[in-house]
């Protein structure tokens, strides 16, 4: 989407892909940043759709190096071991996005910037006027009275996600990779037949074959309720368990 959004107004976008095992290249980047001298740099932390978290010693050596403002984009931050909420407002070209989207409210639209106060007064005059609704604020609102539901729900996906990790990992044909996200992203034999199979079995999954070079037979698998996983776990094994 951030390609997509740059072209579409316009801007010219460099996207630099990461290191085959998903971590950041720090090189990469930063030469990336010297030769094109960005207005913007965009950063998932964690990322998607891979799910890891870059270094926080590599994210602050791009800001350092970046010339114009950096976007470090927080919408699976709630599943995450380190945030960069406690530096916004502090460093002036820094901004973290959050959503409620990945946190059960991805219909209501919401979600919010933070920065310092020069720079969220410069956004404020190009966000369109009234750009949330009353009704969505106070849905938003009201969800947030249940927060400790919601942390509570976060907490047990995340314990599902180390669950569900650990247990395909037993499987020598899947590749698996860190997740600080809801999802994990693996590299399986076939994606296409994994994600027909589940699919049949009524489970939909993110086939993420043909998305980027280094997604080859990559799928993303959201983390669900215990006994979803469950029924996922149970489809991976009927495939794989005797590979
Ligand atoms: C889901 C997602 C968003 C934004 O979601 P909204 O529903 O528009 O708030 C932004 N960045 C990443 C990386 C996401 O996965």
């Known amino acids: 989407m951030y390609r ?3 072209e579409f107004f316009g801007l010219n976008y460099v996207g630099v892909p990461l290191h085959s095992d998903f971590t950041l290249d720090l090189e990469a ?8 001298q960005p207005a913007l740099v ?5 990322n998607n759709p891979t799910g890891g978290r870059f270094e926080r010693e590599q994210m602050e050596a ?13 919408a699976y931050g709630a599943f995450s071991s380190d945030s960069f909420l406690r530096q916004a407002g502090t460093i002036d070209k820094l901004v973290v996005l959050r959503t409620l989207s990945k946190i059960g409210f991805a219909g209501l639209r919401v979600g ?13 005059k190009i966000i369109p006027p009234y750009n949330v609704s009353q009704l969505n604020l106070a849905a938003a609102e009201f969800a947030m009275k249940y927060r400790p539901f ?8 995340m ?9 395909l990992r037993a499987y020598d044909c899947v590749e698996d990779f860190a997740s600080e996200a809801n999802f994990l992203t693996v590299r399986v034999p076939d994606a296409q037949v994994l994600f027909d199979t589940l699919y049949a079995n009524k489970i939909l999954i993110k086939n ?6 280094l997604l080859d037979q990559c799928v993303r698998i959201t983390i669900g309720l215990p006994e979803q996983n469950q029924a996922v776990l149970r489809v991976i094994d009927e495939l794989y368990g005797n590979l």
Request: glycine share 6%; no cysteine.
């Open 4 to 6: 997509v959004n740059a």
């Open 150 to 157: 919601i942390l509570q729900h976060i907490n047990q996906s």
């Open 208 to 213: 993420l074959h043909g998305t980027h070079p």
């Open 62 to 74: 791009i800001i350092q190096a970046a010339p114009g403002i950096v976007v470090i984009d927080e």
């Open 159 to 167: 314990g599902e996600r180390e669950r569900m990790r650990t247990a």
């Open 29 to 36: 980047m930063l030469a990336a940043i010297h030769t094109h």
């Open 112 to 124: 919010y910037a933070a920065g310092a106060p020069a720079l969220i007064h410069e956004l404020r």
């Open 42 to 46: 965009f950063l998932a932390y964690p």
